[in-house]
């Protein structure tokens, strides 16, 4: 990586600036509440802010999970399941039978009513719509034969085959399953319901403006846990140096910080609250899919052609070349500031999870190797690359790992042409396979076990591709039919395995995630290995 980056003309550069110091108050006081009672969040990105279920991405958690209660909730110190909205969730012998038992007397908001099984029923029937782009939709699509609804507090799920996974698909995190009012939207419809979505959550939606914030009131004795804030606003605001300003200035009580912000953050003797290593980091090759996909590249020299051996090993040394030619300690000390680390890597496999292997080194920095390795797959000049500096939900500095990546590559002679776009523009675009092969970071977060995440990003019958689609549906097909969980274990490292020797995305290491919170926040008991703002509901106010 080359030395210091110029972030602010990179900014302009890329279309994303905005002012690094407010004119004016972030948000104006509403009088419902005083000061002291208002928590201000800051995010940098809320991808496409769709609050259904079936059309989210995760990227919308930051934002409308405040307004949902999960059927499973985790425990913030595992990541363990724990009763929510289902009080128990059971499988049948053979797995193709999950009974989920609802919590009485839970209510949606403003008189929708009770929630009940129909409401389940109904958020769950909409995945099987096929215009709808939802991460569980693709699952529920193939999976699902029928729901059945035998009493008012009672969901009974039967799957064409057996189906270990299910829980993960209703968990407050990483599943999607946010659970909408069958009531309220067939009486207001999608659209109207989508800018005032109304749930069960711990707080309520009062107001927003798409894009720029959302307001929420606190739900008084709420059945899981009443706000000790009585009003929460989220704002979206993309540049850190904003963030950080409204942080110093009082006007904000947690935002994300990072790079320089972090140091200035500390300075200026804001408090820093830590996720350790909650994203694993890498740059996404597209174009390594199937004919049928408009993304396909067989002629893209990191992707080859499946009919010729000789011209996917050549792809191989290209992925590999580009790997080795990022020096990742830089971007670990230099953008990181060392709140991460060049972990060993497999995409979606984390360090918790079962088969997890000490053996998978991320690449080391080896540009000698990397031009070797280029000229003998036939491209000793290089060639050229799209790259979409953004700021991503998961890796809000995508634009200077981005940046960083690129100046390291066209020391080899890649020609990197700078194709800025909007997350909430470029999203769609992924899960159509439609972003013309342009290469991202991505930041991936934590899954129960990896071939969860792999259901999702490299399946063909996936919601997208985020590594490579079609050489792995056998073997992951093997995962998914697999009950037994030592088997799987051994499937799931074997499958792991095999995405490591391939380097089907450039690994750059796992990064922490770090808030700066204001002298008004106390505890914030977020979740294990979460790298988005979760349980806004359990922050408490200074001294209590």
Known sequence: MAGSIDRRAFLVRAGTATASVMAGPLFASSRAVAAGERLVVAVGQWGIETPFAWRS????????????????????????????????????????????????????????????AEDVKFTVEQNLRPDVPGGSAPFFRAQLEKIETPDKYTVVLHFKSRAWEVPSHFTQFVGYQNITSKKYLESVGEEKAALHPIGTGSYRHVEGRQGDYHRFEAVPNHWRRTPEFKELVIRRIPDPATRLAGLRAGEIDIGQVFGDYLDQAVKSGLRIHETPNAGLYWIALHGQTTPDREDYCPQCPWVGDPTDPKSLENARKVRLALNLAVNKKAIVTGLWKGKGSETPFTYFYYPFNKGYSREWVIPPYDPQRARQLLAEAGYPTGFEVRANPMVFTYALDGIDVMEAVALDWEKLGVKVKRVPESFGNFLPKVRARKTGRTFWVYAAPPFDEPGLGWQRTIWTKGAFNLLAEGPYDKDLDAILRETDPENRTKLTHDLGQKLYEQYHGVMLGMRSTTWAVSKKVGSWATLAYVPLENNYEYVTPAGR
């Open 57 to 116: 991405s995760q990227s919308e958690k930051t934002l409308w999970d405040v307004v949902h209660d999960p059927l499973i909730t985790r425990d913030p110190k595992t990541f363990e399941y724990r009763a929510g909205l289902a009080t128990t969730f059971q499988p049948s012998n053979d797995l193709k039978t999950w009974t989920f038992k609802l919590r009485r007397g839970v209510t949606f908001h403003e008189t929708w009513g009770e929630l009940t």
